[in-house]
């Protein structure tokens, strides 16, 4: 895989029939940068759409995925607006608390910031100094817990959803 040091923002993108980035177009590539160590599992299109025709259940899964990640996606969208700094940051570590947990519905107890402050002050709207300021305030109220260098720990998940809410 290439590296990719100067990459800022990563944004994903499904395509539209109107403008040649349709995602079944015939041309269509794809780009990823892994913001952690990361495995990649590629299968060709046609091997695909042939499991898929295969074991039905297997698109019904999927489909579910998509759409609980669409619904995440959503609600990560308007816990970022309108919202104040501290409920912007708990929905943001919440959202990745359940993106790195294996049952989406309940939060990982620990995870990675793969951002840098900066980057996430950017994506809730907010200064890199109120980034820092509300992180040692959940640390604090012993809500969250910082190990190493991105690592957090979760103490307090229903408490994070409060907050996030």
Do not use: W
């Amino acid at each position: 895989m290439k590296q990719s040091p100067e990459v800022k923002l990563v944004t994903s993108q499904t395509g539209r029939n109107d403008d040649g980035t349709d995602p079944y177009g015939p041309n269509r590539n794809e780009f990823f940068v892994a913001l952690t160590d990361s495995e990649l599992c590629v299968f060709p299109r046609r091997e695909y759409e042939r499991a898929l025709e295969r074991f039905p259940a297997l698109g019904r899964a999927l489909l579910r995925r998509s759409s609980n990640d669409l619904l995440e996606s959503r609600a990560l969208l308007a816990a970022v607006t309108g919202r104040t700094a501290a409920q912007r940051l708990a929905a943001f570590l919440l959202a990745l608390a359940r993106a790195a947990s294996p049952h989406h519905r309940q939060p990982a107890s620990r995870f990675d910031l793969v951002l840098t402050r900066g980057e996430i002050a950017a994506l809730l709207g907010v200064t890199i100094e109120t980034v820092s300021r509300q992180l040692t305030k959940l640390e604090k109220d012993r809500v969250i817990r910082r190990e190493r260098a991105r690592g957090i720990r979760v103490e307090d998940a229903a408490r994070l959803a409060t907050l996030a809410s």
